[in-house]
């Protein structure tokens, strides 16, 4: 499930971050998509998908801070 575009992304991503922040998290995503398409190279129980949603939102996390709605 690679995302080719910000618009594909899940409504939870896309109303909640800018655009530059969207292109963050889908190739982040992707990236990780990519990396883990073994079992094998999974870490722990958690299946591909949340494992790539969990770092696509720390690597937004990263260059963006929570803030209010201003």
């Known amino acids: 499930m690679l995302y080719s575009s910000n618009r594909e992304l899940p409504d939870s991503v896309r ?3 800018p655009n530059p922040a969207q292109t963050i ?3 982040a995503f992707n990236s ?3 990396q883990y398409k073994d079992a ?3 870490r722990g129980d ?3 998908e ?5 770092v ?7 260059d ?3 803030g209010n709605d201003n």
């Open 50 to 54: 949340p494992v790539a949603h969990k």
């Open 40 to 42: 094998d190279d999974h």
């Open 64 to 66: 963006y801070a929570k």
């Open 15 to 17: 109303h909640v971050l």
């Open 56 to 62: 696509a939102w720390a690597a937004v996390k990263q």
């Open 25 to 27: 998290y889908q190739k």
């Open 32 to 34: 990780v998509w990519d």
């Open 46 to 48: 958690e299946s591909r």
